[in-house]
């Protein structure tokens, strides 16, 4: 069964950045359009940035100028750059398929953005 796996989320003060990788051993990222999702407790989970297999990435108006969507697919690794992080950025981070695959989700890396 395929899983997304998650990492480099952690603690940040407000301002800093952050760089989240995403692998998923059995997908092929190079043909396929990705995002990346965060969850906030009690909230549902939300699309923070798409990605398409031909370069279009498009993202939430509140991370705009701040959160860059890239991919190596030579590595078949995604990553999303989050710079000039806010308190309300602060959340479980999720990489997926655009359309999520039953059982793929990971376990997530956390980022919390505290002073």
């Known amino acids: 069964q395929v899983k997304f796996v998650e990492s480099g989320g952690g603690l940040v003060q407000p301002g800093g950045s952050l760089r989240l990788s995403c692998v998923a051993p059995g997908i092929i990222f190079s043909v396929n359009s990705l995002g990346w999702w965060r969850q906030t407790p009690g909230k549902q989970r939300e699309l923070v940035a798409l990605n398409t297999w031909d370069g279009h990435t498009e993202y939430i108006d509140s991370v705009k100028g701040r959160f860059t969507f890239s991919r190596d697919n030579a590595e078949n690794t995604v990553y999303l750059h989050m710079s000039n992080l806010e308190s309300e950025d602060t959340a479980v981070y999720y990489c997926?398929?655009?359309?999520?695959?039953?059982?793929?989700w990971g376990q997530g890396t956390p980022v919390t953005v505290s002073s």
């Open positions: 997926n398929l655009r359309i999520p695959l039953a059982g793929s």
